[in-house]
């Protein structure tokens, strides 16, 4: 039987200002490649794809070279990725570009040799900062990525929260003193403004159909701001990684060494493109390396731009993982087993005991305690979903309204 877990998770500061000084606010939802999935029907295909009609010939000794023009300019921006430009392109409209990998266009491989990793890093260390954090219990050597030329940087919750001082180095040495915006623990996703502008910026990728194989590129900054690097492969999606009291899913595992002053960085795939921001919680504990999808990262990013903070939904229930023995008595697949249901909450409510198996949410498969985390993260409070789940020999189904954490 697993470890017990408590399913109920909760923002950094619930009571936090809504309003803070030094914000960057967040693309307008035309203006974007990136959507929340509340946006759009499926998050991050919210446009219908170009259809590109076919060139007749040239007729006589037409000029070729704006066709080849045109064709070199559309070549870079399907392998290099696409820009993302805000405002209405008026005057006094000020721009802020995002850089995210043309989906389903696949951008080639890279990493060809061992040579091709300093091409690889070329590429994306530019988008790397350090980051000096001070916080009451001390000094905090951690990474960032920036994702927005305006001065939007991404990086773990757990570097920066509760600083009292952020100073950004950039890649060309330049240190600008920075605005915490949000730290989100639960997802351990932080997000970091700094007055800049122009700034070089990561080509962000798509985490959610990586296999086990596939090539992972962690990269970080040393101490005197020099690129750093580690190879290896994804080892596991979807994973759980427990550290004392605290809990991350939804993880990325990879086996490519990251140091702890690596923490809030990159981990790329073989064209170079963002597909997680690595943490350190697990520490020493553990042999692999971890990092939160980016897709989560650039939703949460978006919320905390706009709120401050993130609002987590709440089911009032305490789980655990099925084992093996226990569900093959019971008849199921695996799914998170309730060992207490709190009173009052919305599981309490929408009459859910001690014993019940959860099975699926929302229309996603709950196989763990942690697959249930990671499938109420994409349902807001106020929203209405659908629980499946078996007791006593028989599949049930519910509805519970989402609560935000008490």
């Known amino acids: 039987m697993g470890a017990a877990t408590t399913v109920s998770v909760m923002s950094d500061d619930d009571d936090g200002d809504d309003d803070a000084v030094g914000r960057a606010n967040p693309l307008p939802p035309e203006d974007r490649l990136w959507r929340h999935p509340s946006e759009v029907s499926s998050f991050g295909h919210g446009r219908a794809p170009v259809r590109v009609a076919a060139v007749p010939e040239p007729e006589g000794k037409a000029p070729v070279w704006p066709i080849a023009l045109v064709a070199a300019f ?10 993302a430009v805000t405002g209405n392109l008026s005057a006094d409209t000020e721009r802020a570009i995002e850089r995210v990998k043309v989906s389903p266009i696949v951008a080639p491989s890279i990493l060809h040799d061992d040579r091709s990793v300093d091409a690889l890093v070329a590429q994306v260390s530019p988008a790397v900062v350090r980051l000096r954090v001070t916080t009451p219990d001390g000094d905090v050597r951690a990474c960032g990525v920036v994702v927005r030329d305006d001065g939007v940087v991404v990086t773990s919750a757990r570097a920066v929260d509760g600083a009292t001082e952020i100073i950004v180095v950039l890649s060309d040495g330049r240190q600008v003193e920075g605005t915490l915006v949000g730290a989100d623990l639960p997802t351990d996703v932080g997000v970091v403004t700094i007055e800049a502008r122009a700034l070089a910026v990561a080509v962000l990728g798509d985490s959610r159909d990586l296999d086990a194989g596939a090539a992972a590129v962690a990269i970080g900054t040393t101490s005197e701001g020099e690129p750093a690097v580690s190879t290896g492969v994804v080892s596991a999606v979807g994973q759980r990684l427990d550290a004392g009291d605290e809990s991350l899913h939804g993880l990325i595992q ?3 060494p990251i140091e702890p002053a690596w923490s809030g960085g990159p981990l790329v795939d073989a064209s170079g493109s963002v597909i997680g921001i690595t943490t350190d919680l697990g520490g020493d504990n553990t042999r692999f390396g971890f990092a939160t999808p980016i897709e989560l990262v650039h939703e949460l990013m978006e919320e905390m731009l706009a709120y401050g903070k993130v609002a987590h939904g709440w089911l009032g229930i305490e789980g655990a993982d099925l084992s ?7 008849g199921v697949r695996g799914g998170a087993q309730v060992r207490r249901v709190l009173p ?4 309490d409510r ?11 949410l929302g229309g996603e498969r709950v196989r763990s305690s942690s697959d249930l985390v990671v499938a109420l993260r994409a349902h807001k409070p106020g929203e209405v979903v659908v629980v499946g789940y078996w007791r006593s020999g028989q599949n049930h189904q519910a509805e519970v309204t989402i609560e935000p954490v008490p």
Do not use: N, R
Not at 344 to 347: D, N, Y
């Open 74 to 83: 559309v070549g870079a921006v399907l392998c290099g990725g696409m820009l």
């Open 344 to 347: 009052g909450s919305p599981a």
């Open 324 to 330: 093996d023995v226990k569900a093959d008595l019971l």
């Open 350 to 360: 929408s009459g859910f005991e001690e014993g019940d198996v959860i099975t699926w």
């Open 254 to 256: 990879t086996d490519a």
